[in-house]
Structure formats: structure tokens, C-alpha cells
């Protein structure tokens, strides 16, 4: 590749991380990290981030406005598919029944999957769709904050 092209895929990806982090979402990169976090008592949402249109356009969006709301997950933590592979394949992991997909949500409780939003449930959908679908997840597994 031309380092013209690295450099923009390096900017891509900085962006994407930047809008996730700034959306209140704790960067996991290692497999140990996600271990740590995916292991603990309560609930988990992971945002599966990718370099994609629809991560971009559709799920990030989402990400960000689904947790102003009055119940939501202890914890919000994301992993970069393509970029942190060990921590992604890590969190993968947990996401038992269900095959790799990015960008995707994964909401566990006490370390187990309990609700996914996947590739498909995203692609072609409104953010405020995807915003619906996670509220519906954390109004059934979620405390009220």
C-alpha cells in the first residue's frame, strides 16, 4: 500500500476511537484487558468498532446517544476489530452462539451474553434504530441509574 493511503487509514482509525472514547466507551486493546473487564459482576456493554461506513455512520451514532437513558450498563468498553485483534477475538469469545460481526453490541451480564446486536441488525438501519434495539436490551437486563 502507499503511504498516502496508510496515512488516511490512520486518521480513519484515530477518528473512530476518538468518537467512541469521547461517547463515554473505555478503549480495551489487550486480551488480559478485556478478560478483566468482561469477567467482572454486572452488566457490560461492548461495542464491537470498525473502520466501516455503517460503524461510522450508523453505530457509533448509536452507541452514543442509546446510554442517555435511565437504565443502562455498568460498564461501556469497546475493541477495534481489525486493529486490537487479540483483544477483539478475546471479547469475541464471550459472544457465545454468535459468529464474528463488526461493528456489533454485545451486552453481558456476570460475564455472559445476554443480548447482541450484530452486523445485519445495523447495516441498512437508522441510528435511532439501533439506539431502540439497545434500549430494549438494557431496559430488560440493565438497573435503572
Same mark, same amino acid.
Not at 478485556?34 to 456493554?45: A, R
Given at each position: 500500500?502507499?503511504?498516502?493511503?496508510?496515512?488516511?487509514?490512520?486518521?480513519?482509525?484515530?477518528?473512530?476511537?476518538?468518537?467512541?472514547?469521547?461517547?463515554?466507551?473505555?478503549?480495551?486493546?489487550?486480551?488480559?484487558?478485556?478478560?478483566?473487564?468482561?469477567?467482572?459482576?454486572?452488566?457490560?456493554?461492548?461495542?464491537?468498532?470498525?473502520?466501516?461506513?455503517? %460503524?461510522?455512520?450508523?453505530?457509533?451514532?448509536?452507541? %452514543?446517544?442509546?446510554?442517555?437513558?435511565?437504565?443502562?450498563?455498568?460498564?461501556?468498553?469497546?475493541?477495534?476489530?481489525?486493529?486490537?485483534?487479540?483483544?477483539?477475538?478475546?471479547?469475541?469469545?464471550?459472544?457465545?452462539?454468535?459468529?464474528?460481526?463488526?461493528?456489533?453490541?454485545?451486552?453481558?451480564?456476570?460475564?455472559?451474553?445476554?443480548?447482541?446486536?450484530?452486523?445485519?441488525?445495523?447495516?441498512?438501519?437508522?441510528?435511532? %434504530?439501533?439506539?431502540?434495539?439497545?434500549?430494549?436490551?438494557?431496559?430488560?437486563?440493565?438497573?435503572?441509574?
Amino acid at each position: 500500500m502507499n503511504m498516502d493511503f496508510n496515512l488516511f487509514m490512520n486518521d480513519v482509525v484515530r477518528q473512530a476511537r476518538q468518537e467512541i472514547v469521547a461517547a463515554g466507551y473505555s478503549e480495551l486493546t489487550t486480551s488480559e484487558e478485556v478478560d478483566e473487564v468482561l469477567k467482572s459482576k454486572g452488566t457490560t456493554l461492548v461495542m464491537v468498532n470498525s473502520v466501516c461506513g455503517c %460503524a461510522g455512520g450508523i453505530a457509533r451514532p448509536a452507541a %452514543a446517544h442509546a446510554v442517555h437513558y435511565d437504565r443502562r450498563p455498568d460498564q461501556l468498553v469497546t475493541v477495534f476489530a481489525g486493529q486490537d485483534k487479540d483483544a477483539t477475538e478475546k471479547a469475541r469469545s464471550y459472544f457465545t452462539g454468535f459468529p464474528p460481526s463488526s461493528p456489533s453490541f454485545a451486552l453481558l451480564k456476570d460475564g455472559e451474553i445476554c443480548a447482541m446486536v450484530e452486523r445485519h441488525d445495523i447495516e441498512g438501519h437508522d441510528p435511532m %434504530a439501533v439506539v431502540q434495539k439497545l434500549q430494549a436490551a438494557f431496559d430488560k437486563y440493565c438497573e435503572e441509574v
